[in-house]
């Protein structure tokens, strides 16, 4: 299928989108890589006559460090991370999930910006996002606001973005020698969207020990006991299996609508399992 009619624009700033959208009474779409947008406007699940291309804006392509955090611009691509091209300040984590997102023609083109605007709760950037406690930096028409990646996505494909509002980019900390990460994903055949995802982070001197399940529901989540449990987690504890077992029935039950006798609910037992043996192992 073929999109219907559009208006293609190219800018080169961030006011100039937004100005740009404003005329069109935000009813104009941003576009970075495409690879989400084109697909559902030729589906028809998406509506506009005017695209507006951001992906050669400057200010979206920089990475740099900033108090103690490192920003990436909305454009860079997924290709640019896998390839080491932005700085990794999260010791390869950003650039493991990276490289295992969709083919290398997706990743060649598909932007951070763009896939956690798309909100999709299989996708890899808003699980990854989340367990590191991320920020998304959002322009809109006066100021800059910082919001937590957690409150950013609000539901299935839905964001706190308002209608002219532009991701600027994301911040993400820069993590200690001792960080403890893992990311598994499990589906199918390389390169689809994940039927469940587990994002470990464990930096004791930032204080971070996030478990995020993705592919599970509406949104990615935070498993809070197993959060608070992983600030203690001894891998020799001979217990590990049945402790973990007792506080995921908890977790999940709380966080995705699978009954645990369900082939899902095991799924991501099984997948955020194999997560924190993986994290607690490096
Ligand atoms: C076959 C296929 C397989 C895929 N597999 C995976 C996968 O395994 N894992 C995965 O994570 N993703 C996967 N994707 C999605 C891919 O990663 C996309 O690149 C990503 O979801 C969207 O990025 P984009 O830059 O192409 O955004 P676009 O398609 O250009 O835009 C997506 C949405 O974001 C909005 N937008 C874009 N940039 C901004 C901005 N700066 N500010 C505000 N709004 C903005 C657009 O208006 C649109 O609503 C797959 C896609 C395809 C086609």
Not at 49 to 63: Q, R
């Amino acid at each position: 299928m073929k999109s219907g009619k559009v208006n293609y624009h190219s800018v080169q700033s961030i006011d100039e989108a937004i100005s740009l959208n404003q005329t069109h009474e935000g009813n104009a779409k941003y576009m970075a890589g495409g690879q989400s947008l084109m697909p559902m406007m030729s589906l028809r699940l998406i509506f506009s006559e005017e695209v507006i291309d951001v992906s050669k804006i400057p200010d979206l392509n920089k990475s740099f460090s900033t108090k103690g955090r490192f920003f990436i611009g909305a454009a860079v691509t997924h290709a640019m991370i896998e390839d080491g091209k932005v700085e990794d300040t999260t010791k390869g984590y950003l650039q493991y999930v990276a490289q295992g997102i969709a083919y290398r023609g997706i990743r060649n083109k598909g932007t951070i910006g763009g896939s956690i605007v798309n909100a999709d709760p299989a996708a890899d950037w808003p699980t990854a996002l989340l367990a590191l406690g991320a920020s998304v930096m959002i322009k809109d028409t006066t100021k800059e606001i910082e919001t937590p990646i957690g409150e950013f996505q609000c539901g299935l494909m839905q964001t706190s973005l308002k209608e002219t509002d532009l991701v600027k980019g994301v911040l993400v900390p820069e993590l200690s020698k001792e960080v403890k990460w893992s990311y598994v994903k499990f589906c199918h055949k390389a390169g689809e969207f994940a039927h469940s995802i587990a994002a470990i982070v464990i930096d004791p001197s930032l204080g971070l020990f996030n478990a995020a399940l993705g592919a599970a529901g509406d949104k990615p989540v935070l498993l809070s006991r197993l959060s608070t449990y992983l600030s203690s987690a001894d891998i020799k504890n001979a217990n590990l299996d049945k402790e973990l077992n007792e506080l995921l029935a908890t977790d999940l039950l709380e966080n995705t609508f699978h009954l645990p006798s369900s082939y899902e609910f095991n799924l991501h037992r099984s997948i955020v399992k194999k997560a924190v043996m993986e994290a607690l192992k490096k």
